[in-house]
């Protein structure tokens, strides 16, 4: 059951990683340092005073930069592979009483790819925005992917159950709007 409960809580923070790539990781040294959550040996570090200072500092530039218009745009090309490899390892980090190789396995395709998941949706959204407003506008989604990235990192540790069922809902969402744009047939004129 523990490996289960762990797998929830990784695949609910790999999905907080899609939104904001620090913050879930920031969030987790939190917890860990407050008794709330339990990391695989391996991932100790994270629960470290050097590992919350850096996180808090990466936090709150990830933050700052996606409130620059163009900034953001530029910094999807980063955060998306960052994001993958972000959500692989929290969601190892949950998986400790595994063998390496299948820790690291489920870890990669799970929470590698439910943050990728999330992820194109937010570059998705990011860019319809900067089309309709000039980037003017990208605030208001900046703003919701930093509320997205904290409210599903707390939920994955407090309500872990809940939070993978809304995870699951967001997922769906995502994929049925991406799967449904490719499929609809488009106007002649």
Not at 83 to 97: D, N, P
Request: charged share 5%; hydrophobic share 55%.
């Amino acid at each position: 059951m523990d490996i289960i409960l762990g797998l929830i809580v990784g695949i609910s923070l790999s999905a907080a990683c899609g939104f904001r790539v620090f913050v879930p990781l920031l969030i987790m040294s939190i917890a860990n340092m407050t008794g709330h959550l339990e990391l695989a040996a391996n991932f100790a570090w994270l629960g470290s005073w050097p590992a919350l200072i850096a996180l808090s500092a990466a936090t709150i530039l990830e933050i700052a930069a996606y409130y620059i218009p163009w900034v953001d745009e530029l910094l999807d090309t980063i955060a998306t592979p960052a994001a993958i490899v972000a959500g692989t390892v929290v969601t190892a980090s949950q998986l400790g009483g595994l063998p390496p190789v299948l820790q690291w396995s489920i870890a990669a395709i799970t929470g590698g790819g439910v943050s990728t998941v999330v992820q194109a949706g937010t570059v998705a959204a990011r860019a319809t925005s900067t089309l309709a407003t000039g980037g003017l506008g990208n605030f208001i989604v900046a703003s919701g992917e930093d509320f997205g990235a904290f409210l599903i990192a707390i939920l994955a540790i407090v309500m872990p159950i809940f939070c993978i069922l809304a995870v699951a809902l967001i997922c769906y969402k995502l994929l049925r709007i991406t799967l449904f744009r490719k499929t609809q047939p488009q106007p002649t004129c």
